[in-house]
């Protein structure tokens, strides 16, 4: 019995200089604790599990202008188009006929014009060519009125002569009645070469005013013809708008994001929605976080983003910045906006519309500084919660 007691008092003995390098571990332990809880530093989070990615435009709605059947449609999820490409072509086979009839119309009309227009030239020629032929007959008339009164003055002279010479009696009652017959003469000449010069200027005044008459019928019916040319481009003009109204086109560059369920032989009616197009453009972030969180929120603070569907383990995190915070809030949210960098490199596909959680680290500050704000909201009257906040050690 004794030496079973003396053998435990010595075992006893062996054990206590052991314990004290655990009491020394422990007093490190609790230091480097002690040390860390009160000047370590962690990051704190404003986390919101309600935020999406989006293009920095906005998606722009396809959308039939006018009521009709779908010919053929182009449309396919995911397609990338560009802008002015034809996406969907509806029934436009009666305005098209329409548009026929209306361009040989005008064809008619065109060559109508084309006849008068020439006849038109042809009467303005003609009237500059029969009033250069009247002015040259007047003049000839004009110069021959002219010899006929330098020769009507010599008859006149020789009259008196012959007269003289018959008071002397050098010459017979014939020569004088000879002379005297010859003034006479060349006086009705005179008459006649004036009444011809009128004749020739009334008759010219009638035919250029008949001339001109059928210049004026002809500029008229040019008119008219043009006025019916008029018409009929702007009845081909409205059917040709109509025509491309029937056509739908791709209104932005980009990759269709939503589509409608339409097949060829669809009727749909005006402003119908087929599909929205989203433009390629930087990605951004749009996160809506509780109104208590904007005064922690500021541009400038990293975020970080993880997308719903894409497990943040295997594909990791988007990292990014806020861009914009805003200050209306819509039913007890604000909307803030996120910037991602254009450079960004991730297995993730990158599109519209993915959901995810957006975390923001609005500030660093010591455990202790952390736990004493803790218990001073568990202290506080109890209010419904306004923001989940997530923290993480630095």
Request: proline residues 5%; aromatic residues 4%.
């Amino acid at each position: 019995m004794s030496m079973t007691f003396f053998r435990t008092i010595r075992s006893l003995k062996a054990d206590r200089p052991k314990r004290r390098p655990m009491a020394v571990l422990l007093a490190l332990l609790l230091s480097v604790w002690g040390g860390w809880f009160l000047a370590g530093r962690v990051t704190v989070y404003e986390v919101t599990t309600t935020a999406r990615l989006e293009s920095r435009s906005q998606s722009h709605p396809v959308a039939v202008k006018l009521a009709g059947q779908v010919v053929e449609t182009r449309l396919a999820l995911g397609q990338v188009v560009r802008e002015g490409d034809v996406l969907v072509e509806l029934d436009s086979e009666a305005d098209r006929l329409a548009l026929a009839e209306r361009q040989a119309a005008r064809r008619a009309v065109q060559s109508k014009l084309t006849a008068v227009a020439g006849e038109l030239a042809a009467e303005e020629t003609a009237l500059q060519a029969e009033a250069a032929a009247r002015e040259a007959a007047v003049r000839e008339a004009q110069a021959e009125l002219v010899t006929a009164e330098v020769k009507a003055k010599f008859s006149a002279e020789r009259l008196v002569a012959d007269k003289e010479l018959r008071r002397r009696g050098a010459n017979t009652d014939f020569d004088l009645k000879k002379s005297l017959e010859e003034v006479e003469l060349c006086q009705t000449q005179i008459v006649t070469l004036g009444r011809g010069i009128e004749r020739l200027s009334r008759e010219r005044q009638v035919q250029e005013s008949a001339c001109q008459t059928r210049i004026a019928k002809l500029k008229g019916t040019a008119i008219e013809l043009t006025g019916q040319m008029e018409v009929e481009d702007a009845a081909i003009a409205r059917l040709q708008h109509t025509i491309d109204r029937c056509i739908v086109r791709s209104p932005v560059s980009g990759r269709i994001g939503d589509l409608a369920e339409i097949r060829p032989g669809s009727v749909v009616k005006a402003a119908d929605k087929l599909a929205s197009i989203i433009p390629d453009a930087e990605p951004r972030a749009i996160a809506f976080f509780p109104v208590a969180a904007v005064g922690r929120l500021k541009p400038g603070q990293p975020v970080r983003l993880r997308l719903d569907g894409f497990p943040w383990t295997q594909y990791g995190m988007l990292s990014g910045t806020v861009a914009n915070v805003g200050t209306e809030p819509i039913e007890g949210r604000v909307q803030v906006e996120l910037s991602l960098p254009r450079d960004m490199v991730t297995s993730i596909p990158i599109g519209h519309g993915l959901p995810g959680a957006a975390e923001v680290a609005v500030e660093q500050i010591s455990p202790a500084e952390l736990v004493l704000r803790a218990a001073g909201q568990w202290l506080q009257p109890k209010r419904e919660p306004v923001s989940s906040v997530a923290v993480a050690a630095k």
